[in-house]
C-alpha cells in the first residue's frame, strides 16, 4: 500500500494536486464562513452557528495547507523559494476541527 501524502509527491503533482485541493477546499469552506457570520441569517442555535463556522475554518485552512505546498513546489527551484506550511496551520486545521465537533455533540445533545 501506498500511503504518500501531496508534500512527498514529486514536483508536478504537488503543483496539481496542491492547487487543485486547495482550490476546492477552500470554495467549500468559504460559504460556510460567510453563512456563520452574515448578520441576516438566523443565528439562534450558538452551538450550530459555532459549528458552521469551525467547520468551514477548519476547511479553509486545510485548503491553505494545501495551495502552500503547490506554491512550494512550484518555487522551489527559484532564488527565493516559498517555504512549505507551518505546524501553526496544522494547529489552526486541528482546533477548528475539534470546536466543530464538540458543537455537534453539544447540538446532538440539546
Same mark, same amino acid.
Given at each position: 500500500? !501506498?500511503?504518500?501524502?501531496?508534500?512527498?509527491?514529486?514536483? !508536478?503533482?504537488?503543483?496539481?494536486?496542491?492547487?487543485?485541493?486547495?482550490?476546492?477546499?477552500?470554495?467549500?469552506?468559504?460559504?460556510?464562513?460567510?453563512? %456563520?457570520?452574515?448578520?441576516? $441569517?438566523?443565528?439562534?442555535?450558538?452551538?450550530? !452557528?459555532?459549528?458552521?463556522?469551525?467547520?468551514?475554518?477548519?476547511?479553509?485552512?486545510?485548503?491553505?495547507? %494545501?495551495?502552500?505546498?503547490?506554491?512550494?513546489?512550484?518555487?522551489?527551484?527559484?532564488?527565493?523559494?516559498?517555504?512549505?506550511?507551518?505546524?501553526?496551520?496544522?494547529?489552526?486545521?486541528?482546533?477548528?476541527?475539534? $470546536?466543530?465537533?464538540?458543537?455537534?455533540?453539544?447540538?446532538?445533545?440539546?
Amino acid at each position: 500500500m !501506498n500511503t504518500r501524502s501531496i508534500a512527498t509527491m514529486d514536483r !508536478n503533482r504537488r503543483i496539481t494536486w496542491g492547487a487543485g485541493i486547495g482550490v476546492s477546499l477552500a470554495l467549500i469552506g468559504l460559504p460556510l464562513v460567510f453563512i %456563520a457570520l452574515w448578520p441576516g $441569517v438566523d443565528h439562534s442555535p450558538w452551538d450550530v !452557528n459555532t459549528m458552521i463556522l469551525a467547520t468551514g475554518v477548519a476547511l479553509c485552512t486545510a485548503g491553505y495547507i %494545501a495551495g502552500r505546498i503547490s506554491v512550494a513546489a512550484f518555487t522551489e527551484h527559484r532564488r527565493t523559494p516559498v517555504a512549505p506550511p507551518t505546524k501553526r496551520a496544522y494547529l489552526v486545521a486541528g482546533g477548528a476541527l475539534g $470546536v466543530a465537533v464538540l458543537c455537534l455533540l453539544l447540538a446532538m445533545a440539546s
